[in-house]
Structures are given as structure tokens and as C-alpha cells.
């Protein structure tokens, strides 16, 4: 038996050093070794460790940070107790741990922070669905949105739903209610802004009831049941919304006739839904206006419109980085939008979502990914620059679901977050820092007969090039882990711990003074909406029922004066 473990032992060897003399020569820099193969940076007899940036090596350097951060926590104890008149909610779709930090150094350095990071008060939620233990958009997003978590795939239903049932949709007490149905009862304006189909799931839930997140139009939806396009156009919601900016113009033509954008319909129905918004739109005596591309946005003159609708691609918009000139940025639709909601004294609520970090992910697309996410940063970063008096606005940003993304290794202080990083002893080969759990991207970094493609031949900085996936999978995953949140202004601090993921939801409601009228599944008032429902600066929590039947009785007492 000892016999046969040495000779197992010197014909590893000697394969071993047979691959060796045949592995392709790697960057110097990358392994600065006189050995005759590739090998590890440390194990150079000559190696050197990093030094990282001088100001550091200080120790007085971390003890002023580290003074000037107390400061900053010890400041966060004076808490905002106001109502939040206005929310601005912003999703990052996919927007994982993980995601932010590399954005981070994607942008410049370990050091920086992203303008939501910044906020005082910060929160970690759980994301799994009621029958799933990785979630998807659309369940993640009822929770935020309605303070219900319920099944995979459907929208705005309770969890007696099951994914593609019309039947039970239709069921009234199992239907959820969006936060913006209680701005809207409430007199605040609301909007919606993403660069996905503004069909798609998480915008969906803020405005539709579905049994399934795919019957965005009516060629797709069950004979009985509404599609989520139409209830945009005509919903009890969707009808009502100020602002609702996005991609998606596919479902809203026929087919048969081409879009705004070019491309053919998909309805079934041969309906004209941007052509019914605008009749119902002038129908209510109101001034609303129809845009399609980044140049129509940017010359709307808010003073002369009631309400915008804008449809700016025929499916998802497209990536930032694909440099697609005619559609406006989601900074750009984000302010439009606030411009046009904050001219309402009353209030009111913004959704906001970056959706394609979670599309670039799906595809192993990191550099895009994180370009998405930079582009998320700039659009809060704006909101909370024009909404400076933080007194009434509450900022909320939020993660409906993680991904498989991951950082690796032992990259080197400054090292580009989009190259290889470290070494491996094994396969004598670096790897990239970056890389996912699954995906198509599989096949491009592993070979059929096993082991990995060497990276120094790969040109990784494209926004094209997909990172490394371990598993073959379709469709890179959800990931599983729970997201953060981060807030500023009204009651953020409610938003601190771990906690699960439609918390949220019944926070922003306390928050803002929203919610069901007293006595029907209520929860708890804070003093400052107290005051405000007994004649305070605006409403809540009040049914509009009871509303019309007080000025009714107002109106008869002065006519009998």
C-alpha cells in the first residue's frame, strides 16, 4: 500500500510539471517570480508586501476619522418625529450588498460611499417569499409597497394566490392595496419612474393586481382577468398617478402597428392604450402630456402639465454604459418627475427604480451592474439635493432582492474592481475578483474537459464581458441574503436593526400619515399625524367617506346661517 501512494505520489508530480511547462506565460506584474512557471506573488523569496496610502499609515489618521465618525452617530440621536408629507422611494433592483460595494471601487476607491450611504440611518431586511427561499421582484416588491409579503410571481395578492391563478385574483379580500392608493385618497400626487417596462414587476405592484407578474398585456392574460398594461391606463390606481415614466411601449399597441419606438405591438385587443390615457386625461379636465424620448422630457414644461406619461423604449431601456442617446438618464426622469409631484401643498409619494442592475446581473454582466448602480447613486443623490428641508421628506433606499455576485480573493488595495486580483496556487492561473455563484457565463471561463480558461488573455474592462459563473445555469440567480436599507428624514430611524421585508411597508405608512381609515386593520398613529388629522397641516389616515359626509354637513349648517 506505501509503494502504491508513492508512485500515485511522483506521477502527480511528474503531471504536474507536464502542465506547468505547457501553461501560458502571465503578466510579470501579476506573478513577479524567476520561477519557470507561473506562481503566487508571495512566493517570491523577494516579495514585498503593499503599502497602502501614506496618510494611513499614521496611526493619528484613523484616530481623527474615527473621532470625526463618532460625531456624526452621536449626531443621529436627534430624531425626526414630523409626518412625512412627501416619499420618495427608490428599489435598486438586484442591488445586493455585494453590488454596492464593488460600485464603490468601480467608482474610484475603497474609501467612497454612495450617496445613499451617506443617510443617518441604515437597516438590514429579509427577502424571501412566502413559498420561496429566493425571492423574485415581484413578491420583494409587495412587501415594500403593501406591507404584505405573499407567493413568487404574483402581483399585489395575498399568499391564497398561487402563481397564473385569475381566479383568485379576482377575489376582493385577496387583493393588497399599494401605498399609493392611500397618497392618492389622501390628495398627494403619485409617480412612478423605472428604466424597465414600466409593466414589469416591481413597478407593476405600485399600480395593478395580478395572479401573475407575466400578463403584461392581454395576449398574455387569462379570459376574466385585466392586464397590467391596461390597468395603468384604467386601474383604480394607475388612472390616478400624476407621473409614470419608463419602458414597455410594446404593451400598450397592438399588434399589427408599430410603437412610438418603432417595433410592433403585442396586444391582442387592437386598443390604443397611450391614445385611452390621454382622452381620460382631458376627460378629467386636466392638462396631460404623452413623451417618448429623451429630447420631448427634457422641453416639458412643468407649469403647463397636470400629468406625464412617458414611454421611452419598446422593452427595457437600455444600459447607460450602451450609450443609447434618446433615452433620457434615470437622473433625468427622476427629477421631471419631482418637479411635476412636488407642485401638489398636499404631498406625495415617488417610486423609483433602477431595474436593469438586476438585468446585467442576470446576463454575468458585472461592469454594467455596477454602471447601473451608479446611475441609482445619481438619481437619489439629486433627490436629496432638491429636497434639502428634510424636515417632511422622507428618502428611502432599498434592495428588493440580492444576487450571486461575489468578491474574492486578496485583491490588493486600489486594484481594479473589473480585473483579476489574486493567484491560485492550484490551477496556476489568477482570477477575477469578481465573479457569480451560476450562469451562462459558465461556458465562456471553463473548459468541457475541465478547468478554467486563463484570464490574462480576457479583456474583462468591456461592458460586455461577462464574469465568471461556477455553476451553468440559464439565468444567473437571485440571491438569497438579506438586502439593506437606508433612510433619511421622517421616522428614518425606524428603519435601523434587521427586520423582515415588509416592515418597511407599515413604516412608510406611519411615516407619512397613510393607511387604512381608524377601526379597519389600522395600526399605531404617531403624535405629529395625530395633530395633523385634528387640523393640523394636511390629512392621513382619513376616510375619504366620512370627509364628504363633514363638508356636506359644513355646507348645510352655513346655508341655514
Same mark, same amino acid.
Request: glycine residues 10%.
Given at each position: 500500500?506505501?509503494?502504491?501512494?508513492?508512485?500515485?505520489?511522483?506521477?502527480?508530480?511528474?503531471?504536474?510539471?507536464?502542465? /506547468?511547462?505547457?501553461?501560458?506565460?502571465?503578466?510579470?506584474?501579476?506573478?513577479?517570480?524567476?520561477?519557470?512557471?507561473? $506562481?503566487?506573488?508571495?512566493?517570491?523569496?523577494?516579495?514585498?508586501?503593499?503599502?497602502?496610502?501614506?496618510?494611513?499609515?499614521?496611526?493619528?489618521?484613523?484616530?481623527?476619522?474615527?473621532?470625526?465618525?463618532?460625531?456624526?452617530?452621536?449626531?443621529?440621536?436627534?430624531?425626526?418625529?414630523?409626518?412625512?408629507?412627501?416619499?420618495?422611494?427608490?428599489?435598486?433592483?438586484?442591488?445586493?450588498?455585494?453590488?454596492?460595494?464593488?460600485?464603490?471601487?468601480?467608482?474610484?476607491?475603497?474609501?467612497?460611499?454612495?450617496?445613499?450611504?451617506?443617510?443617518?440611518?441604515?437597516?438590514?431586511?429579509?427577502?424571501?417569499?412566502?413559498?420561496? +427561499?429566493?425571492?423574485? =421582484?415581484?413578491?420583494?416588491?409587495?412587501?415594500?409597497?403593501?406591507?404584505?409579503?405573499?407567493?413568487?410571481?404574483?402581483?399585489?395578492?395575498?399568499?391564497?394566490?398561487?402563481?397564473?391563478?385569475?381566479?383568485? =385574483? &379576482?377575489?376582493?379580500?385577496?387583493?393588497? $392595496?399599494?401605498?399609493?392608493?392611500?397618497?392618492?385618497?389622501?390628495?398627494?400626487?403619485?409617480?412612478?419612474?423605472?428604466?424597465?417596462?414600466?409593466?414589469?414587476?416591481?413597478?407593476?405592484?405600485?399600480? %395593478?393586481?395580478? #395572479?401573475?407578474?407575466?400578463?403584461? @398585456?392581454?395576449?398574455?392574460?387569462?379570459?376574466?382577468?385585466?392586464?397590467?398594461?391596461?390597468?395603468?391606463?384604467?386601474?383604480?390606481?394607475?388612472?390616478?398617478?400624476?407621473?409614470?415614466?419608463?419602458?414597455?411601449?410594446?404593451?400598450?399597441?397592438?399588434?399589427?402597428?408599430?410603437?412610438?419606438?418603432?417595433?410592433?405591438?403585442?396586444? +391582442?385587443?387592437?386598443?390604443?392604450?397611450?391614445?385611452?390615457?390621454?382622452?381620460?386625461?382631458?376627460?378629467? #379636465?386636466?392638462?396631460?402630456?404623452?413623451?417618448?424620448?429623451?429630447?420631448?422630457?427634457?422641453?416639458?414644461?412643468?407649469?403647463?402639465?397636470?400629468?406625464?406619461?412617458?414611454?421611452?423604449?419598446?422593452?427595457?431601456?437600455?444600459?447607460?454604459?450602451?450609450?443609447?442617446?434618446?433615452?433620457?438618464?434615470?437622473?433625468?426622469?427622476?427629477?421631471?418627475?419631482?418637479?411635476?409631484?412636488?407642485?401638489?401643498? !398636499?404631498?406625495?409619494?415617488?417610486?423609483?427604480?433602477?431595474?436593469?442592475?438586476?438585468? %446585467?446581473?442576470?446576463?454575468?454582466?458585472?461592469?454594467?451592474?455596477? #454602471?447601473?448602480?451608479?446611475?441609482?447613486?445619481?438619481?437619489?443623490?439629486?433627490?436629496?439635493?432638491?429636497?434639502?428641508? !428634510?424636515?417632511? $421628506?422622507?428618502? &428611502?433606499?432599498?434592495?428588493?432582492?440580492?444576487?450571486?455576485?461575489?468578491?474574492?480573493?486578496?485583491?490588493?488595495?486600489?486594484?481594479?474592481?473589473?480585473?483579476?486580483?489574486?493567484?491560485?496556487?492550484?490551477? !496556476?492561473?489568477?482570477?477575477?475578483?469578481?465573479?457569480?455563484?451560476?450562469?451562462?457565463?459558465?461556458?465562456?471561463?471553463?473548459?468541457? $474537459?475541465?478547468?478554467?480558461?486563463?484570464?490574462?488573455?480576457?479583456?474583462?474592462?468591456?461592458?460586455?464581458?461577462?464574469?465568471?459563473?461556477?455553476?451553468?445555469?440559464?439565468?444567473?440567480?437571485?440571491?438569497? @441574503?438579506?438586502?439593506?436599507?437606508? /433612510?433619511?428624514?421622517?421616522?428614518?430611524?425606524?428603519?435601523?436593526?434587521?427586520?423582515?421585508?415588509?416592515?418597511? #411597508?407599515?413604516?412608510?405608512?406611519?411615516? %407619512?400619515?397613510?393607511?387604512?381609515?381608524?377601526?379597519?386593520?389600522?395600526?399605531?398613529?404617531?403624535?405629529?399625524?395625530? !395633530?395633523?388629522?385634528?387640523?393640523?397641516?394636511?390629512?392621513?389616515?382619513?376616510?375619504?367617506?366620512?370627509?364628504?359626509?363633514?363638508?356636506?354637513?359644513?355646507?348645510? &349648517?352655513?346655508?341655514?346661517?
Amino acid at each position: 500500500m506505501k509503494l502504491v501512494l508513492q508512485i500515485s505520489s511522483i506521477c502527480l508530480v511528474i503531471t504536474l510539471a507536464s502542465s /506547468a511547462s505547457v501553461s501560458p506565460h502571465v503578466d510579470p506584474e501579476l506573478t513577479p517570480a524567476p520561477t519557470p512557471y507561473p $506562481t503566487h506573488p508571495m512566493d517570491d523569496p523577494e516579495w514585498a508586501p503593499p503599502e497602502g496610502p501614506r496618510q494611513e499609515l499614521d496611526k493619528q489618521y484613523w484616530i481623527r476619522t474615527g473621532q470625526r465618525l463618532l460625531d456624526e452617530q452621536l449626531s443621529k440621536n436627534q430624531l425626526n418625529l414630523n409626518v412625512a408629507k412627501n416619499v420618495v422611494i427608490f428599489i435598486g433592483d438586484g442591488m445586493s450588498i455585494a453590488t454596492q460595494t464593488a460600485t464603490r471601487m468601480y467608482m474610484g476607491g475603497e474609501e467612497l460611499a454612495l450617496s445613499f450611504e451617506q443617510f443617518p440611518y441604515v437597516g438590514l431586511a429579509k427577502t424571501y417569499c412566502i413559498n420561496y +427561499q429566493v425571492s423574485d =421582484s415581484s413578491c420583494t416588491a409587495a412587501a415594500i409597497l403593501t406591507g404584505v409579503k405573499n407567493n413568487y410571481g404574483t402581483i399585489a395578492v395575498s399568499g391564497h394566490v398561487p402563481l397564473m391563478n385569475c381566479e383568485r =385574483s &379576482l377575489v376582493e379580500d385577496n387583493r393588497l $392595496t399599494s401605498m399609493l392608493r392611500y397618497a392618492q385618497l389622501d390628495g398627494r400626487s403619485t409617480g412612478i419612474v423605472t428604466t424597465t417596462r414600466i409593466t414589469h414587476a416591481t413597478p407593476a405592484v405600485a399600480y %395593478a393586481v395580478a #395572479g401573475a407578474r407575466y400578463w403584461e @398585456d392581454d395576449g398574455d392574460t387569462p379570459e376574466g382577468c385585466t392586464d397590467i398594461a391596461a390597468q395603468l391606463v384604467h386601474g383604480e390606481i394607475g388612472q390616478n398617478l400624476t407621473v409614470a415614466l419608463g419602458g414597455g411601449s410594446r404593451h400598450f399597441y397592438p399588434a399589427g402597428a408599430n410603437t412610438v419606438h418603432g417595433s410592433a405591438g403585442r396586444r +391582442q385587443d387592437g386598443r390604443f392604450l397611450v391614445d385611452e390615457w390621454l382622452i381620460n386625461v382631458e376627460a378629467n #379636465g386636466e392638462s396631460g402630456l404623452f413623451v417618448h424620448d429623451r429630447l420631448s422630457l427634457s422641453q416639458v414644461k412643468v407649469s403647463k402639465v397636470d400629468r406625464l406619461f412617458g414611454l421611452f423604449s419598446a422593452n427595457h431601456m437600455s444600459y447607460r454604459l450602451e450609450n443609447a442617446v434618446q433615452e433620457p438618464t434615470l437622473e433625468e426622469m427622476t427629477a421631471k418627475a419631482l418637479e411635476i409631484v412636488s407642485k401638489n401643498d !398636499r404631498g406625495y409619494v415617488l417610486i423609483v427604480e433602477g431595474g436593469r442592475i438586476d438585468h %446585467a446581473h442576470h446576463d454575468n454582466l458585472a461592469r454594467l451592474a455596477l #454602471g447601473e448602480t451608479v446611475e441609482l447613486h445619481r438619481a437619489v443623490q439629486h433627490v436629496a439635493t432638491a429636497t434639502d428641508d !428634510r424636515d417632511d $421628506t422622507l428618502i &428611502l433606499v432599498t434592495a428588493d432582492h440580492s444576487h450571486t455576485l461575489t468578491m474574492g480573493g486578496y485583491p490588493v488595495r486600489g486594484n481594479n474592481i473589473l480585473a483579476t486580483g489574486d493567484f491560485s496556487r492550484l490551477d !496556476r492561473m489568477p482570477f477575477f475578483t469578481l465573479s457569480y455563484a451560476n450562469g451562462m457565463s459558465y461556458f465562456e471561463h471553463f473548459s468541457p $474537459t475541465g478547468g478554467r480558461h486563463n484570464p490574462q488573455w480576457m479583456d474583462s474592462q468591456r461592458p460586455d464581458f461577462v464574469f465568471p459563473g461556477t455553476v451553468p445555469y440559464e439565468d444567473e440567480t437571485h440571491g438569497g @441574503d438579506d438586502v439593506g436599507v437606508f /433612510a433619511r428624514g421622517p421616522h428614518a430611524h425606524l428603519f435601523s436593526g434587521l427586520y423582515e421585508q415588509h416592515l418597511i #411597508g407599515h413604516v412608510l405608512l406611519y411615516a %407619512a400619515c397613510l393607511g387604512p381609515p381608524e377601526g379597519t386593520n389600522a395600526g399605531p398613529v404617531s403624535e405629529a399625524c395625530k !395633530r395633523r388629522l385634528t387640523g393640523g397641516s394636511g390629512g392621513g389616515r382619513v376616510n375619504p367617506v366620512v370627509v364628504v359626509v363633514l363638508v356636506t354637513i359644513a355646507v348645510v &349648517l352655513l346655508g341655514r346661517q
